[in-house]
């Protein structure tokens, strides 16, 4: 897969896609800090993000990822401190947090959702399911 520097991508408003050599970008944007570590990393598929994306601290460390489907959360996201201490773990659905976890500074556990069947989100979900069946 084709891996370039973020400054060489354009973005398309109109289309709202990011373009390369005047095309619709497909591969692995990057981006740095001065020094030249790595900040972060976007898969992009017909110039909209979808795949893994990835970030870090200045150390080195990683600070976090998820998964994207056509630019919406859809998988696993996670974010760890610049200790690489997991602070957020969470799994989405067409953009739909479906579990989230969240831990405070010393491990305790914060938030701990689950979509259940009576929040409105979950008849959201449902109907995109049902849409992304029927459009295949």
Avoid at 84 to 109: C, H, K, N
Wanted: include cysteine.
């Amino acid at each position: 897969m084709i891996r370039v520097k973020e400054e060489s991508l354009s973005y398309d408003e109109a289309n709202d896609i990011f373009m390369h050599q005047s095309r619709a970008f497909t591969g692995i944007s990057l981006s740095f800090f001065p020094s030249g570590e790595p900040v972060g990393e976007t898969e992009l598929r017909e110039g909209r993000t979808w795949g893994l994306e990835k970030a870090w601290h200045r150390s080195g460390i990683l600070a976090g990822e998820a998964e994207y489907v056509n630019c919406v959360l859809h998988g696993l996201a996670k974010e760890w401190n610049a200790s690489g201490v997991l602070i957020s773990s969470g799994e989405y659905e067409y953009g739909i947090a479906i579990r989230e976890e969240t831990w405070s500074e010393d491990g305790q556990l914060a938030k701990d959702y689950h979509l259940i069947a009576s929040d409105p989100d979950y008849e959201i979900l449902q109907g995109l399911k049902e849409e992304s069946t029927t459009n295949g």
